[in-house]
């Protein structure tokens, strides 16, 4: 046997990162932000989705008590931006609107996910903070 073995995946998670933060934490953070999709698979799921998981885990560890509450805020936001997009299709520039949230949505989401992973606190742009 040499002294040059690798550690192994259980041991490598748990080891915190030069931020303090193990891989679990910034996974669960990570998770917190792409929940938001279960919208397109039930409905009310991009609230839903994120309220789980920032429930399950805000306990154990403060960045993902962060993350939780960042990603939920910003659903709610988004939520209350579609609605008012949706009344305002009566007027035709709704259609705009919808199309121009989705994306911007779906960026932004996906930029949170990649920077919770990094261990970095992202705060959404455009978000009210509803839960602080």
């Known amino acids: 046997m040499s002294d040059n073995t690798t550690p192994s995946q259980e041991e490598t998670t748990n080891q915190p990162t030069e931020k303090g933060l193990t891989q679990d ?11 938001a999709f279960a919208g397109f698979i039930i409905p009310f799921g991009s609230l839903i989705g994120p309220l789980v998981v920032w429930q399950m885990k805000k306990d154990q ?3 993902i008590d962060y993350h939780g509450k ?4 910003f659903q709610i936001t988004m939520a209350i ?19 121009g949230l989705a994306i911007f949505e779906l960026v932004v989401i996906i930029i949170a996910a990649i920077k919770a ?16």
């Open 25 to 35: 934490e910034r996974t669960m953070g990570m998770f917190c932000h792409l929940a």
């Open 61 to 63: 560890s403060a960045y």
């Open 70 to 73: 960042e990603s939920l805020n």
């Open 81 to 99: 931006a579609f609605f008012v997009s949706f009344i305002l299709m009566f007027i035709i520039i709704g259609f705009f609107l919808v199309v």
């Open 117 to 132: 992973n990094e261990g970095v606190e992202y705060q959404y742009p455009f978000n009210f903070r509803f839960i602080k």
